[in-house]
């Protein structure tokens, strides 16, 4: 690969690469909480007023979770939030009981039983080891009627970018932010526009 240098002093030269790098992170990124905070409160979700939103998300999403707070409060609803440390999944795989595992609370359907819309944020971390798939498995089967009764909801999952996610890209948090914004038509005047274009074509092809 080519590499240009610019002479900075005498004593001190910088590659392009390094350079441009260091100019792309002075630009501001295309993703903003707020602009995706308010994509998912109207369009996605159609948040209404006295509705109750559960938002569920580590705290990696924190500057998202905040503006989508906000954006649900404003439009009347009444938002939970049901926040995670990262690893907090994997903590709970490892180290619970078999009647935890094998066992379903009634307040875990009953909280999905009086929630109109749920939320998943997914926050890219990085994999841990020691994390048996059949203990996963295992919760997952007990926590199917709640799995269900979500599915008969209006549902939403979207992705918060994580150093993490990044990193699993091959790119920097810049770079990867700026994917994400785009593939959410962020960097749009109007994202909604650009998702009803997405459904507009979708319907087109299922009528083939």
Same mark, same amino acid.
């Given at each position: 690969?080519?590499?240009?240098?610019?002479?900075?002093?005498?004593?001190?030269?910088?590659?392009?690469?390094?350079?441009?790098?260091?100019?792309?992170?002075?630009?501001?990124?295309?993703?903003?909480?707020?602009?995706?905070?308010?994509?998912?409160?109207?369009?996605?979700?159609?948040?209404?007023?006295?509705?109750?939103?559960?938002?569920?998300?580590?705290?990696?999403?924190?500057?998202?979770?905040?503006?989508?707070?906000?954006?649900?409060?404003?439009?009347?609803?009444?938002?939970?939030?049901?926040?995670?440390?990262?690893?907090?999944?994997? =903590? $709970?795989?490892?180290? #619970?009981?078999?009647?935890? @595992?094998?066992?379903?609370?009634? &307040?875990?359907? %009953?909280?999905? /039983?009086?929630?109109?819309?749920?939320?998943?944020?997914?926050?890219?971390?990085?994999?841990?080891?020691?994390?048996?798939?059949?203990?996963?498995?295992?919760?997952?089967?007990?926590?199917?009627?709640?799995?269900?009764?979500?599915?008969?909801?209006?549902?939403?999952?979207?992705?918060?970018?994580?150093?993490?996610?990044?990193?699993?890209?091959?790119?920097?948090?810049?770079?990867?932010? =700026? $994917?994400?914004?785009? #593939?959410?038509?962020?960097? @749009?005047?109007?994202?909604?526009? &650009?998702?009803? %274009?997405?459904? /507009?074509?979708?319907?087109?092809?299922?009528?083939?």
């Amino acid at each position: 690969m080519n590499c240009i240098l610019f002479k900075q002093r005498p004593d001190q030269t910088v590659s392009r690469a390094s350079f441009c790098a260091e100019m792309s992170s002075m630009t501001a990124s295309l993703y903003d909480p707020m602009k995706h905070a308010e994509l998912l409160a109207s369009y996605c979700l159609d948040a209404g007023a006295g509705q109750r939103i559960q938002v569920t998300a580590t705290t990696l999403a924190l500057p998202l979770v905040e503006a989508l707070h906000r954006a649900l409060l404003i439009r009347g609803a009444r938002p939970v939030l049901r926040l995670e440390y990262p690893g907090q999944q994997g =903590d $709970f795989y490892r180290h #619970a009981s078999a009647e935890l @595992l094998d066992s379903l609370h009634t &307040g875990d359907l %009953a909280d999905m /039983e009086h929630t109109d819309a749920p939320l998943r944020i997914l926050t890219p971390q990085d994999a841990v080891q020691g994390s048996d798939p059949e203990r996963r498995a295992r919760h997952a089967r007990t926590m199917s009627p709640v799995a269900q009764l979500r599915s008969q909801r209006r549902w939403c999952v979207t992705l918060s970018p994580t150093e993490a996610g990044a990193r699993a890209a091959s790119m920097t948090l810049a770079e990867y932010q =700026d $994917f994400v914004a785009r #593939a959410m038509f962020l960097d @749009l005047p109007n994202p909604a526009a &650009g998702w009803a %274009a997405v459904r /507009e074509r979708q319907a087109t092809l299922i009528e083939r």
